[in-house]
């Protein structure tokens, strides 16, 4: 049965159809469902191409496995845990493993590593494959920062410039590691303002700030474009930027923010602009520690051939292949767990979930929208974002919706539709709004019971 019929089944949707995805649609060549069976194998013969720190002669390495007397690695659990041998037998990742060579003592793992990157990369962002490069990166915020750092030595490399020419430009929604990222390589962030009530940018202001950059001696910016911003779950429309870019003959690189919506966007949006199909994009941000459930500490970054390079640390000589990355040492066990995930779900499963997630999300805002509640939600996402003067402190607290700012002016809380959140737990949460909407109309139970 189409994908778009299982949405179209639900009473609670009401999303146009042209904003799905049909399981026609979904063609890979590298991501495929797995057997338990097949998942075991496959990760059990990549870490045996591993060193093996319990019998190998390894002297030049510091490092080891985990410390046997507090990780015992003769557990029995261990035989059926795949990922958790791979964390007792600590594999380290350092280095980028898509362009000249690597470590050989993890050959197998990072051979896993690229595995996903490729499903990532081809399959979920349109790449041509062998286009890319990238790496597991303990989190968005680092794989973010990541890109600003190639941008700017890019343009300080092949365009000779200074670095007072170049800035950043993102939105206001952006997430808090573009302004980390700035602060760190001394450049400015231009700050593009949003429309208040639809979160989108506004091309009128947008155009003034770039004149006004150049006006200043800014000829080279690093863009950033949103695939689901922390608070509202909003998408950036970037042609807004390219098409007032590309008018101002303006230098720039795009990096899209996918931190949050890398693994929710692609699949429940039909056709959109924020792949490697559009030439305007140069690289992606996405976390596997947020939607995709793996362990904390688990970003993923990807960007075109011909980029990364501009990053590499000639001082790291010791290192095979020498490192691009910004945190160097980083744990192997992270992207066997990324690519456990992808092989169970396979892409179809992949799908199905976030379209469960979806109607859930459907079934809140049609409830939100009965009792008149204001609320924003992109169409393709899974958060929503209720405006605070219908949120009392007492319900905020008790379902830990989370405040756009922790001040007395808070003007939004999200409720984010994870994995965990059912109808159930929304239901209740919808119950209890009308109760203390009600008692501040001063309506009686009974009035509030036959709603």
């Known amino acids: 049965m189409p994908f778009i019929c299982l949405l179209q089944a639900n009473k609670y949707h009401s999303l146009p159809c042209r904003h799905i995805v049909s399981l026609a649609k979904i063609k890979t060549m590298y991501w495929q469902k797995r057997t338990p069976d097949e998942r075991m194998a496959r990760i059990q013969q990549a870490l045996t191409e591993n060193v093996n720190f319990s ?6 390495y510091p490092a080891s496995r985990l410390d046997s007397r507090v990780f015992y690695e003769e557990a029995p659990f261990l035989r059926d845990a795949p990922v958790l041998q791979t964390y007792v ?11 000249g060579t690597s470590e050989k003592a993890f050959g197998g793992t990072q051979a896993l590593e690229r595995e996903v990157l490729d499903i990532v990369g081809v399959d979920i962002f349109k790449a041509i494959p062998d286009s890319l490069d990238g790496y597991i990166s ?14 700017r030595n890019y343009f300080m490399h092949e365009h000779h410039a200074l670095p007072h020419q170049i800035a950043i430009m993102a939105s206001e929604d952006t997430h808090y590691s573009i302004a980390k990222g ?26 003034q700030l770039i004149a006004d950059a150049m006006q200043r001696g800014i000829k080279y910016l690093i863009v950033v474009g949103n695939m689901g911003t922390t608070m509202f779950g909003s998408v950036d429309d970037v042609a807004v930027y390219t098409s007032l870019l590309d008018h101002y003959k303006m230098h720039y690189k795009m990096h899209i923010d996918g931190a949050y919506g890398g693994f929710v966007h692609p699949f429940s949006q039909a056709d959109h602009s924020l792949t490697f199909l559009n030439p305007a994009i ?11 459930q793996a362990p904390y500490g688990t970003g993923i970054f990807l960007c075109r051939k011909n980029l990364i390079h501009h990053v590499m640390t000639q001082e790291a000589a010791y290192v095979e292949g020498m490192d691009v990355t910004l945190c160097g040492s980083r744990s192997g066990a992270n992207a066997v767990a990324v690519w456990m995930i992808l092989a169970t779900y396979g892409p179809h499963g ?3 979930k976030i379209s469960i997630l979806q109607m859930r999300t459907q079934f809140l805002c ?22 605070a003067s219908f949120i009392s402190t007492e319900l905020a607290e008790k379902y830990t919706l989370v405040p756009q700012t922790h001040t007395p002016d808070n003007r939004w809380y999200k409720i984010v539709v994870m994995d965990h959140v059912e109808i159930e737990h929304l239901h209740t949460f919808i119950q209890d709004l009308k109760a203390a909407l009600y008692a501040e109309k001063g309506l009686s139970a009974a009035i509030y019971s036959s709603t």
């Not at 037998?89 to 362009?99: D, E, F, K, L, V």
């Not at 929208?369 to 958060?383: D, K, Q, T, W």
């Open 350 to 352: 992949w799908y199905e």
């Open 89 to 99: 037998a600590n594999p380290n990742h350092i280095g980028c493993h898509t362009m």
């Open 282 to 292: 140069s690289s992606v941000t996405i976390d596997a520690h947020k939607m995709l």
């Open 55 to 60: 019998t190998d002669a390894s002297l030049g």
């Open 366 to 387: 049609r409830e939100l929208a009965l009792v008149g509640v204001r609320f924003f939600r992109n169409p393709s996402m899974n958060i929503v974002t209720i405006d």
């Open 182 to 207: 700035a602060n760190l390589l001394q450049l400015e962030w231009i700050c593009t303002p949003v429309e208040r009530d639809h979160r989108t940018l506004i091309p009128e202001q947008i155009a």
């Open 138 to 151: 303990p989190g968005g915020t680092e794989a973010n920062i990541q890109a600003l750092w190639m941008y």
